[in-house]
């Protein structure tokens, strides 16, 4: 009853100290005409109403029962008395626990003459969860281990509590163990466990935080939430469609945050970003994701080179230390200069072996084939000399090259070795001139020993071609030990005016936007929208890492007339998809632009992942599939009868789900 009273009587107080506070506010508002606010944060803070001072340590062990992680214990902590939890690692000539948790190992030595202490030890399993209490204490010399970052102490346990019992795992938890990656992927949980795994999440947590920082604290960005469910989008990829209780209507998973992120601009909100959750239907595509995690950015009143720099002061403030420092700025290229140079607009620029046009070298030839390439519209000849390959690649190496180009391309590939004495060694070297020899060797730098990879049709085939060969023939040059790629560089790319419009694959005379809808003409070619669409280029860039696009953006149509035409002239779309969009644009749009990061392939390529599914908690399967859970699961025709859909069986599956 007294400390109902005396909490009762507090609020009382408070109560009465906040009311002659607004009171007071309001009288110094009107005299002084100063913000009622101000006026009444000052009020607050003069109350004292403030939260006591936390006396607990800050840092992973705050709030915790333990007193020191695993990782974390040295020399200098000896004779202290800890309290350990985590998981056994290793049991040691039944001396010795291994204890493990995220920050590393720390031994424990189990006293002989604890009777005790040896029976736990004796029922202990590997994998179980177990707390330790004992003093920290040098190992004796001679025996650290060098190799553990703990490695000059050992814990001398007092108690030993197991926690939790661990039943056989279907593999262990050990970095130098393979596993398949559908066992992994099935049990996830215990995956995760490994060291590289927690290493790869806790990175990734600590860079998303310096980004938030970098974009919140030094650039005044808003962190706004955009909604999940919403409609389809014209163009891009396929979406993810969600039933609604209303016959036939669905709403669409969203690709990216695109129209959220252009209203804001609209809304006068000025900077945007958000960590936004992306949804793309795209079947069975290696080393994709059907939902995964970009950072969203857009500005109003920016111009190209002002997100660019934007991005690069992002990059180098968030990038971990460890990795190495990151310059400024970036290195830009068109978007021909890249197909021109590397046969590809995301080129790995860690090594050299440019494509080369030696379309001049064979301006005469009586070649039937070279000839044949040169007469057709934007025919050309093409050459890219691969170091040393002429002496390292085997027979083998050649053939897939010639198969790659085959099967992807439906081109033949002329394969020239250079021998000692400066001539070349192929079926095609005999209908070769020395003047022919001679032009070739001098246009490619080439030397005795190099390989000549040639290729002749038209500029949209064979650069896509060689472009693809040069990746080939890197990665069959390191397989031979050579030294190509540098795996601890990380070369940044930026790659600029790409064209607004494609024409439309299996659709003649059509067109379809090169990157998407919204992306504005570069000034120079505005005129040309209206006339000739193929010649425009788009203000739209990307950001390229050692070959991999890691983000890609624009500055956006912000006029609706503009926006418009694009849409139902150009591109022959049904506008009213995006009558919203075009109201909002039309309601005074200001000019504005930005740039998504993609968050799992950058962690990726920062940590040398083979795949992305490294980076990503809970990532799905190479077909989209949770092996974990196994979603996507059926739904009973009850549970779907809400929605008004039915489900039409296949018949295989028709037969398998009566079974």
Known sequence: MTIRMTTLLQRTRLLLRAHICHRTAIATSVQGHLPMKTILKKCYLSTNHKRPASSSPMGPCSVSLRSHTCGELRPEHAGEKVALYGWVQYLRQDLFVILRDYSGLTQVLISQDDGSLKEKLGELTVESVVKVTGTVRRRPEGQENTNMPTGDIEVLAENLEVLNTCRKLPFEIKDFVKKSEALRMQYRYLDLRSSHMQQNLRLRSQMSMRMREYLCHQHGFVDVETPTLFKRTPGGAKEFLVPSREPGRFYSLPQSPQQFKQLLMVAGVDRYFQFARCYRDEGSKPDRQPEFTQVDIEMSFVEQAGVMALVEGLLRYSWPPELGGLSQPFPCITYSEAMRDYGSDKPDTRFHMKLVDISEVFVNTKIEFLKSALGQSEGSIQAIC??????????????????????????????????????????????????????????????????????????????????????????????????????????????????????????????????????????????????????????????????????????????????????????????????????????????????????????????????????????????????????????????????????????????????
């Open 386 to 659: 691969v170091p040393d390959g002429g002496r390292l690649f085997k027979s083998k190496d050649l053939e897939a090259l010639k198969e790659t180009a085959r099967s992807v391309f439906g081109q033949e590939l002329s394969v020239l070795a250079v021998r000692p004495e400066g001539t070349l060694k192929s079926p095609l070297s005999k209908h070769l001139s020395p003047s022919d020899t001679e032009g070739l060797l001098g246009e490619t730098g080439a030397r005795p020993g190099d390989l000549l990879l040639v290729s002749a049709c038209s500029l949209h085939t064979v650069r896509p071609l060689l472009g693809k060969l040069r990746l080939q023939c890197a990665e069959l040059l390191e397989a031979r030990g050579v030294a190509l790629r540098d795996p601890t560089a990380f070369h940044f790319l930026w790659v600029v005016d790409f064209p607004l419009f494609l024409p439309k694959e299996g659709e003649p005379g059509s067109l379809e936007s090169a990157h998407h809808p919204f992306t504005a003409p570069v000034a120079q070619d505005a005129h040309l929208v209206y006339t000739e669409p193929l010649q425009v280029r788009g203000q739209h860039y990307d950001l390229v890492l050692n070959g991999s696009e890691v983000g890609g953006g624009s500055i956006r149509i912000h006029k609706a007339a503009e926006q418009l035409h694009v849409l139902k002239n150009i591109l022959k779309e049904d506008v009213t998809v995006l009558s919203h969009l075009l109201e909002a644009l039309d309601s005074g749009a200001p000019p504005h632009g930005g740039i998504a990061l993609g968050l799992d392939r950058l962690i990726s390529l920062m940590v040398r992942a083979p795949s992305i599914r490294d980076v990503i908690a809970f990532p799905k399967s190479f077909r989209g599939h949770d092996l974990m859970s196994q979603a996507p699961d059926y739904v009973s025709e009850e549970d779907l009868k809400p929605y008004h859909i039915s489900v039409t069986w296949p018949p295989a599956k028709t037969e398998e789900k009566l079974k």
